[in-house]
């Protein structure tokens, strides 16, 4: 379903067709540059000693995080960066939505 709605969006955004493939290959490679970045965070949280993220530098962090999950969409749709960052929060979004009404339903069965 997820790589449905990469598809769909992509194709409003952007108006390129991409395969089912495609948008399973940019899901997965922005999971993994997220999993990285989030170790590399961790990492530098275990080493210095800081443990919270306040004002400029939690938006820092949150503006690193969202360019790396941008980038595997980015890569993995061959599409503009700022394109492929409309996708992913556009995507994110539609499926958390989808996933919810998905949920309820299934629950109300």
Do not use: H
């Amino acid at each position: 379903m997820i790589t449905t709605i990469v598809r769909m969006i992509t194709k409003l955004v952007v108006d390129v067709e991409v395969t089912t493939g495609e948008a399973a290959k940019a899901v997965s490679i922005a999971f993994a540059l997220l999993g990285v970045a989030l170790f590399t965070l961790l990492s530098f949280v275990k080493g210095t000693g800081v443990s919270s993220f306040l004002g400029l530098s939690a938006l820092s962090v949150l503006a690193a995080l969202m360019l790396c999950y941008s980038l595997g969409f980015k890569i993995g749709l061959r599409i503009p960066l700022l394109p492929a960052m409309i996708v992913a929060g556009l995507s994110t979004v539609v499926s958390a939505v989808a996933l919810y009404l998905l949920k309820r339903v299934m629950n109300a069965a």
